[in-house]
């Protein structure tokens, strides 16, 4: 069974300062990966995600992430952050079957401070 | 496009009470999905559904029901409300059969509380 865990359950850092959430995943098959993100009292979106190809994702806003299949592991960086930052993220699986179920991990607050 | 929709937003039931969330979408999609979040438990699958007229359950579907008569809705029940249900339920829906950009959209979220 598919199982995600993302280890750090809040991660404080200083504005302009470089990030890493980490999250790492356990499958038996091939799998599709993403991060979300939620900011408060709102709903998730999509920040970014691995399909196939090139490891290296990269989002609009700054964010990326590498897929690293020896390490089963899908950590997400940001070599700047800013205060708009501050959110939720949850990294979530998907196994290529026909359902496209998401198994989420347990999310990382990433708090940005002044 | 109004995306995914949820009713309602908030709602307070008493145990043994019960109540029924609605998901709407305008896209055309195909899946759609309910969740429940929980503090430090991120999201987990309740029930889904890969079109109209299928339902399946996902990893915690007891004291839950759902259908999907229409393909843009996709209806969560609580026949016997308990304070164990209370949390924050999402839906989500995905492209089309045969895309292939794989991600889900999500509503804006529904917050139960049962007393």
């Known amino acids: 069974a598919q199982s995600v865990t993302q280890l750090d359950s809040q991660v404080p850092v200083f504005e302009e300062a470089p990030v890493e959430l980490r999250c790492n995943y356990s499958?038996?098959?091939?799998?599709?990966l993403f991060w979300y993100v939620q900011y408060p009292n709102q709903g998730l979106q999509l920040l970014l995600k691995y399909l196939s190809g090139s490891t290296l994702v990269e989002s609009i806003n700054g964010f990326e992430a590498e897929f690293n299949k020896s390490q089963t592991s899908f950590h997400l960086r940001k070599p700047s952050v800013h205060i708009s930052d501050t959110a939720e993220y949850f990294c979530a699986v998907s196994e290529k079957d026909s359902s496209y179920k998401l198994i989420f991990g347990s999310g990382t607050r990433l708090l940005v401070r002044p | 496009n109004a995306g995914v929709t949820q009713t309602p937003k908030f709602r307070v039931l008493k145990t043994g009470q019960s109540m029924t969330l609605l998901c709407a979408q305008d896209m055309n999609h195909e899946y759609m999905y309910w969740y429940r979040q929980d503090p430090g438990m991120g999201l987990r699958l309740i029930h889904y559904?890969?079109?109209?007229?299928?339902?399946a359950k996902g990893e915690v579907p007891d004291g839950y029901n759902v259908s999907r008569l229409k393909k843009q809705n996709f209806l969560l029940g609580l026949e016997s409300a308990a304070p164990s249900q209370t949390s924050v339920y999402f839906c989500a829906s995905r492209i089309p059969l045969g895309g292939r950009t794989y991600e889900q959209y999500f509503g804006p979220g529904t917050r139960l509380t049962v007393t």
């Open positions: 559904s890969v079109g109209e007229g299928t339902t």
């Open positions: 499958s038996s098959v091939s799998v599709y």
